[in-house]
């Protein structure tokens, strides 16, 4: 299995977390796995742990660490955290 497949792996088990899909739902366990995806460069896990941060959900809120996840999802094509950054940038 390549780095990205693992990657990929870790994403989903963290949505599965997220949103209690086969698993009882832990918001901190699903920022766990985002974060080994993201590590790796899993866009949408860059994106997921941005989200994490900017709400503060299961991380302490940090908005330059939202900015900083969210700007490397972007960099990688990922829609939805080159908007946030957009939104992020006129608040």
């Not at 796995?33 to 997921?48: L, S, Y």
């Not at 941005?50 to 960099?75: I, M, N, P, S, T």
């Given at each position: 299995?390549t780095?990205?497949?693992?990657a ?9 977390f997220?949103l209690?899909?086969?698993?009882e ?7 766990q ?7 790796q ?5 860059q ?5 994490c941060?900017?709400?503060?959900r ?5 908005l330059?660490?939202a ?8 960099d990688?094509?990922?829609a939805k955290?080159?908007?946030?950054l957009v939104?992020?940038?006129?608040a």
């Amino acid at each position: 299995m390549t780095n990205q497949g693992v990657a990929s792996a870790q994403f989903n088990l963290g949505l599965c977390f997220e949103l209690g899909r086969g698993v009882e739902k832990d918001l901190k366990q699903a920022a766990q796995w985002c974060r080994k995806a993201a590590d790796q460069g899993h866009a949408g896990g860059q994106f997921k742990l941005g989200v994490c941060f900017e709400d503060g959900r299961a991380v302490e809120k940090d908005l330059k660490q939202a900015a900083q996840w969210h700007r490397k999802a972007a960099d990688q094509g990922h829609a939805k955290a080159q908007s946030k950054l957009v939104l992020m940038m006129h608040a």
